[in-house]
């Protein structure tokens, strides 16, 4: 039997849950501004990806570079929903760190 595809996929599904998480979190203690870090690592995970022989380790790369990805746009969308009273504002609200400058 081959687990690759198993293994893959359990993976998957706990990056997503770990960045939920980092992404509410990201936005609540340094705003909108942190989408730079989640595109210079999901680079650096794509990148990674490309280089590793192994499918699995290069899969599980790729997942969570481009989950990264996929983060920098839930960031923009973060703000929105604390905007509209659905999330705490954190202390990154307090300054000049806003949608409309963005």
């Not at 942190?34 to 794509?46: D, K, S």
């Not at 923009?76 to 760190?97: I, L, M, N, T, Y």
Request: net charge positive; aromatic share 16%; charged share 15%.
């Amino acid at each position: 039997m081959y687990w690759q595809g198993i293994v893959i996929g359990l993976v998957c599904f706990l990056v997503i849950g770990l960045f939920h998480p980092l992404v509410i979190k990201g936005e609540y203690y340094f705003g909108v501004k942190i989408w730079l870090v989640f595109l210079l690592a999901g680079l650096v995970m794509t990148a990674l990806s490309l280089f590793v022989a192994n499918i699995v380790v290069s899969a599980v790369l790729g997942v969570i570079g481009f989950s990264c990805f996929w983060s920098i746009r839930e960031v923009f969308q973060q703000r929105k929903r604390v905007e509209r009273g659905w999330f705490p504002a954190g202390p990154s609200h307090h300054g000049k760190d806003s949608v409309d400058s963005m």
